[in-house]
């Protein structure tokens, strides 16, 4: 408990818009390399993956923000807004590379993707929960919506989880350890939430 709060002190001085800056530099990064010609010989395959996976990572971090301050006491929730919107950042840049860079905004293409292939429908569907997610991600939404309203629409912030995870592990059409854990990570914390969804329930009725 001690490092707990020796860390959360520590990062009590970090800015958020460090993180977020820090957060985006794998992306530029990346496609710098890309526009050298030092991603291999499917470029636009390694910058799919690499923000497709970025993002799940993201998103499962901003996730486990909650569990991480019950079960260790290091406090991020000051970076979870953050974390929320750099796995936007990077699935809007997974996306648009699939649009314009693989399928080059070939129109038949896309929708046979979004009717005939699961793993796409999965990540649309992903990508189109967390658009009210990160437009909704500031206190001004907060107040506009009331924090009951705000928290239950951000609790599809799981489902989206759930569907990136799924996402990924069709995508390959195996069963390799890496997308099973990711799912598996997903379901976990979405299982926490709900638990702690129905405690906080539960006690309220007993308040009653």
Do not use: C
Request: net charge positive; aromatic share 10%.
């Amino acid at each position: 408990m001690q490092l707990a709060a020796s860390l959360n002190t520590a990062l009590r001085h970090l800015p958020t818009g460090m993180v977020h800056m820090a957060g985006l530099v794998p992306a530029f990064w990346i496609f710098g390399l890309a526009l050298l010609n030092r991603l291999g010989p499917e470029p636009v395959e390694v910058l799919l993956h690499s923000y497709g996976l970025w993002g799940l990572q993201f998103l499962l971090a901003a996730l486990a923000v909650t569990p991480l301050r019950r079960m260790t006491g290091v406090n991020l929730l000051r970076f979870r807004r953050t974390l929320g919107l750099l796995a936007f950042w990077y699935v809007a840049a997974h996306l648009a590379v699939w649009l314009l860079l693989d399928v080059q905004l070939d129109w038949g293409e896309i929708w046979k993707g979004l009717t005939e292939r699961p793993f796409i429908m999965l990540g649309m569907a992903g990508f189109a929960i967390l658009l009210p997610l990160a437009a909704t991600s500031s206190d001004r939404a907060i107040r506009a919506l009331g924090p009951a309203t705000w928290n239950r629409l951000h609790m599809l912030a799981h489902v989206a989880a759930l569907a990136g995870g799924a996402h990924y592990l069709l995508l390959v059409k195996a069963w390799p350890l890496e997308p099973i854990l990711y799912l598996g990570g997903a379901l976990i914390l979405a299982f926490l939430r709900l638990l702690r969804e129905r405690r906080r329930t539960g006690r309220a009725s007993r308040a009653a």
